[in-house]
Nanobody, 117 residues
Framework: QVQVVESGGGLVQPGGSLRLSCAAS????????MGWYRQAPGKQRELVAG???????KYADSVKGRFTISRDKALKTTSLQMNNLEPEDTAVYYC???????????WGQGTQVTVSS
C-alpha cells in the first residue's frame, strides 16, 4: 500500500524560510507527476507548485520567485523550498504524487505551515 508522508512544516516569522519534504513508500513504482497543494481555513485547496516529465515546473503566481519545487532521480521524493514567507502562505500543505495525469494520485496527510510574527 502506497504511503505518502510530508514533513518540514512549522511556525516561521514573515520573511523566513521552510523546506517541506514528501516521500512515497510501500511501492516499487515511481511518480513522474508531483505537486504541492495548500489549503487555508475557509478556502479551497490550490496548487502551489508542480513538477512533471523531464522536469518542467509550474508555480502559482503568488509564490513565483519565492518557492522552488524539486525531486529526486528515483521520482519518489519531492521537496518544496519556501523563502521569503508571508502570512498569506499560512495553510496546510499537501503533497500529491501521480503516475499518470488523469488520476487522483496519492495524497499525504498534510503539514501545517504558519507564518506569523
Amino acid at each position: 500500500q502506497v504511503q505518502v508522508v510530508e514533513s518540514g512544516g512549522g511556525l516561521v516569522q514573515p520573511g523566513g524560510s521552510l523546506r517541506l519534504s514528501c516521500a512515497a513508500s510501500g511501492t516499487v513504482f515511481n511518480f513522474p507527476i508531483m505537486g504541492w497543494y495548500r489549503q487555508a481555513p475557509g478556502k479551497q485547496r490550490e496548487l502551489v507548485a508542480g513538477i512533471v516529465g523531464g522536469g518542467t515546473t509550474k508555480y502559482a503566481d503568488s509564490v513565483k520567485g519565492r518557492f522552488t519545487i524539486s525531486r529526486d532521480k528515483a521520482l519518489k521524493t519531492t521537496s518544496l523550498q519556501m523563502n521569503n514567507l508571508e502570512p498569506e502562505d499560512t495553510a496546510v500543505y499537501y503533497c500529491n504524487l501521480k503516475r499518470v495525469a488523469d488520476s487522483s494520485g496519492y495524497w499525504g496527510q498534510g503539514t501545517q505551515v504558519t507564518v506569523s510574527s
